[in-house]
């Protein structure tokens, strides 16, 4: 019964940071067995892996998105944030947080995803 719920902000202004949550229930963070993803989905591009955070902290990111990209977390709480500077339009999709296996291409990987939240860019 993991459950996954994204939450932050549904506008963000050009040039400023993209900032949203990821609330886990069911299950860990801190697991050594899954690490935890960010993914949006665009029009243009589709669903884009954005990065992941593993169980102890270490962070991987797209390498289209790594110099923007920062995951984070705060285990007391079970949660891993995304942030993302510089946005732009583009930028606008809707964002989905998951739990990943670990395994790649990374749509092989990814079993347990939250609704997703939409997140537009505009000034």
């Known amino acids: 019964q993991v459950q996954l719920q994204e939450s932050g902000p549904g506008l963000v202004k050009p040039s400023q940071t993209l900032s949203l949550t990821c609330t886990v229930s069911?299950?860990?963070?801190?697991?050594?067995?899954?690490?935890w993803s960010w993914i949006r989905q665009t029009p243009g591009k589709g669903l884009e892996w954005m990065g992941v955070?593993?169980?102890?902290?270490?962070?991987v990111f797209s390498p289209a998105l790594k110099s923007r990209t920062s995951i984070s977390r705060d285990t007391s709480k079970n949660q891993f944030s995304l942030q993302l500077s510089s946005v732009t339009p583009e930028d606008t999709a809707v964002y989905y947080c998951?739990?990943?296996?670990?395994?790649?291409?990374?749509?092989?990987?990814?079993?347990?995803w939250g609704q997703g939240t939409q997140v537009t860019v505009s000034s």
């Open positions: 998951a739990r990943d296996r670990g395994l790649r291409p990374w749509s092989w990987s990814l079993d347990y």
């Open positions: 069911g299950g860990s963070i801190t697991t050594n067995y899954y690490a």
């Open positions: 955070i593993a169980y102890d902290g270490s962070t």
